[in-house]
């Protein structure tokens, strides 16, 4: 079944991409964004104003009335802001409670045990060294490692699980983020 109504949760730096790939895929679909910073949705409305089905709502999830419920929805790089001393599950449940029964959501975030993010981090330096500053590198490893609240990769999978998501299925990993597809029970 094709998805007429999907929400896109972006973190901090909601720029309307992810917006504009979902309305050029399929203009019927309506979508609605939340971003806490009006700053950022004032720049993803400039980039989104040919797109007359997205709706940019100041706020996080639970902004959103839980009368309206959703086919599909996107969680992109928002967790790693988050505490896993419950905060992380109480976001995923309210993504979860404002889907439709059997309803998807596609997770990408930041994700990793400390030592394998050190170790991404030796890669990425070997990749992207003509493209970054060692400086940008080096900068990039202390927020991912010291900073940020990035989870191993099994531990996102229980968070899932615990919210009310089966079938989830990581398809896409590079370098630090990884990306899943789960459905709701």
């Known amino acids: 079944m094709e998805p007429k109504h999907m929400e896109v949760f972006e973190g901090q730096r909601a720029t309307g991409n992810e917006e504009k790939l979902v309305s050029q895929y399929n203009q019927r679909w309506n979508t609605d964004t939340c971003n806490p910073s009006g700053e950022l949705l004032a720049f993803a409305k400039t980039k989104l104003a040919l797109y007359k089905k997205v ?4 706020g996080t999830v639970d902004a959103l009335e839980l009368k309206e419920t959703y086919d599909a929805d996107t969680l992109f790089l928002v967790l790693h802001f988050l505490i896993d001393d419950g905060e992380k599950v109480a976001l995923i449940k309210d993504t979860v409670q404002r889907l ?8 990408f975030d930041i994700s990793g045990g400390k030592k394998e993010l050190l170790d991404t981090f030796v890669i990425q330096n070997a990749l992207f060294q003509q493209h970054w500053r060692s400086r940008d590198i080096a900068e990039r490893k202390t927020r991912s490692t010291t900073q940020l609240h990035a989870i191993p990769n099994q531990r ?6 615990e919210a009310g998501f089966t079938k989830t299925v990581k398809f896409h990993q590079f370098t630090i983020c990884s990306a ?3 459905t709701k029970t």
């Not at 709706?55 to 100041?58: C, M």
């Not at 439709?100 to 997770?107: R, S």
Request: proline residues 5%; charged residues 25%.
């Open 55 to 58: 709706r940019l709502i100041k």
């Open 100 to 107: 439709k029964p059997c309803g998807t959501l596609l997770l």
């Open 156 to 161: 996102c999978e229980e968070l899932l699980q």
């Open 180 to 182: 899943w597809i789960t």
